[in-house]
């Protein structure tokens, strides 16, 4: 009969966790919260200063192609530039580890014991792991850096997401004039729904409540869409 000193136990698997590197969620969440605030934020502006639903519709479009493709640019060289940063960072302690291995192994030791591992199992922990120079780096880049070699965002998945995030949520405050409409109220309407139902949908990945994400999202859109038909209604009466 095994004793709880020599029992061997096998360890349960409970849940896969969500992909949180991955590097579509942010710029998805950002390009269709971005879409749905600034383009319903400039139909309401261009539809206080001028009474054209045709005006209102074309600026709608134009803003929509700018800001469609420049939140996919900026996706791309945001995260292009990130992860040749962190790419030149692992060629830096890929060399350290040729050139002085032994000051390596000593860092990756302190490192577990600066975690709570005793300091005998630290150094031989650190010091199995370093016999492989292909793993030592990974577990130096995963330890020191705090990145996954093996997982960088993607630039083109984080643009493409952006691209298509965007141009989703800046169509819906424009359904309504291309469907003939010319009511600024239906479009604002349908935007604080889509504002809501879009930040009750990012809760399933943030464990935030439906109800809290969905109404901060729709306050936050409302608000600047207020403030952009105040000054619409300022530069058309100007003008």
Avoid: C, N
Avoid at 71 to 93: F, K
Avoid at 95 to 104: G, N, S
Avoid at 172 to 196: E, K, Q
Avoid at 201 to 206: A, L, Y
């Amino acid at each position: 009969m095994s004793t709880p000193q020599t029992r061997r136990v096998t360890p349960e698997h409970h849940h896969d966790h969500r992909d949180v590197t991955g590097g579509w969620l942010r710029p998805a969440v950002f390009g269709v919260m971005d879409g749905l605030v600034s383009s319903t934020a400039l139909i309401a502006g261009v539809a206080a200063g001028v009474d054209d639903p045709r005006t209102v519709l074309i600026a709608g479009f134009a803003g929509l192609a700018a800001g469609a493709f420049s939140m996919a640019t900026g996706e791309y060289v945001s995260v292009a530039s990130q992860a040749e940063l962190t790419r030149a960072e692992i060629e830096t302690e890929k060399a350290e580890i040729r050139r002085v291995p032994d000051a390596e192994q000593a860092e990756l030791a302190a490192i577990y014991r600066s975690r709570g591992v005793d300091a005998a199992t630290a150094d031989e922990v650190a010091r199995q792991l370093s016999r492989d120079p292909e793993q030592a780096w990974r577990v130096h880049a995963r330890e020191e850096l705090g990145i996954d070699p093996d997982d960088l965002p993607s630039p083109w998945v984080a643009a493409g997401s952006s691209f298509v995030a965007f141009t989703a949520g800046a169509l819906v405050p424009l359904l309504p004039y291309l469907l003939g409409g010319t009511d600024l109220l239906v479009p604002i309407l349908l935007a604080m729904v889509a504002l809501f139902a879009a930040g009750a949908t990012v809760s399933r990945f943030t464990d935030r409540s439906a109800l809290y994400s969905g109404t901060r999202q729709m306050v936050v859109g409302g608000a600047a869409a207020v403030a952009t038909y105040g000054v619409g209604s300022l530069v058309g009466t100007g003008l």
